[in-house]
């Protein structure tokens, strides 16, 4: 026994000489190449997180193109692949021919619109002119020289704009993609998720992704009436009204509440701008169209239709929208209340559930599974 010892404190001794190093020096320098690893991957899923949530957005895409091919196929005599082409062509055909029936009346209407600024601008200088802070600031634009502004960097704006735009279109097809990918066969990616945890926590984390499933799709479904419930309560208060744009305006309402508290906010100012065409007090009662149109939406049909869902606090979904914008723009604000209702759930099941024991709305919900 001694003398194997020996032997092995002679062959450290051996390759300690052959490449300089001590033994605690080369865990030492393990240790630091592991920690320096571990700071770039960080730092390179920060820099792709971004598009990390652009695949977010593919897979809530696919969680609603999954749900219909289900049904589809459940009262049809089609299968799952034939009924996720039936859903995907008549998406396309339904988008499509909405955007085909609207460009006529649109087009009509902007053309009155267009017809009416100048009166509208006429009627704002002959408005701001009547107070000194107006009359001020008319001077102050009168002193402008539009070559200086294109000079001085408006065309930059302009390029990042358009940059911005061919961005969003790029993300679009993206998002498109992976969602159809995704819902053609989703048990072959959920298998491969599993597969990344130890084998002893397999079958936990198979209930945990059903649950997350369960969890946007209801999410989904809310929105989508949600979404659907005041477009039509837009259009109608606006052609009440008698706002120019009502149904183009509906549907920019209805798709912008897909992003609640601060979506509303943003389509509200088209149709105040449109709304001033008519009269300044229109301006006011289009305000008071959305606030209520976003009453019902909050308070009525969202809880109503999500009743499966852990509702999240309006304070809790203004808080994650906010810190969502700052840290990654648009596409922050678009995925940030689904995240939180992912959070939510992953929170309550690994954390409250898992490590101490207590019981979660989700613990019955994961025993349907299995």
Known sequence: MAHHNGSSDDDSLRKTERWGFSESTRRAASVIGLVVLVVVMLILGWQLLSLLLVLFLGVLLAIFLRGLTIRVSRFTPLGETSSLFVVTATLIILMGGTGWLMAGPVA??????????????????????????????????????????????????????????????????????????????PDAYKRGTVRLVPLHYRERAEEILDVCAHQLAWWLVGRLLAMLAVAVMITVGLWIL?????????????????????????????????????????????????????????????????????SLPHAMTLIAEVFAAILFGLIGITVATPLAVLLMALINMIYVEDVLGDTTPFTELAEKYH
Request: charged fraction near 10%; avoid cysteine.
């Open 108 to 185: 009509d209407q902007i053309e009155l619109v267009g017809e009416k600024i100048p009166q509208a601008f006429a009627e704002l200088q002959q408005w701001l002119e009547a107070t000194p802070l107006g009359a001020r600031l008319l001077d102050e634009l009168a002193q402008i020289d539009p070559a200086q502004l294109l000079r001085g960097g408006i065309l930059g704006p302009l390029g990042g704009a358009v940059f911005g735009v061919a961005g969003a279109v790029s993300h679009l097809l993206f998002v498109v993609a992976v969602g159809v990918y995704l819902a053609f066969d």
């Open 242 to 310: 008698g706002v120019p744009l009502p149904l183009f305006l509906g549907l920019i309402a209805g798709l912008f509440s897909f992003v609640p508290i601060l979506g509303p906010l943003v389509s509200w100012v088209p149709a105040a701008l449109i709304a001033f065409l008519v009269g300044p007090q229109y301006v006011i009662w289009t305000a008071l169209l959305y606030l209520g149109a976003q009453g019902v939406e909050s308070y009525f049909i969202t809880p109503m239709v999500q009743h499966r869902v852990v």
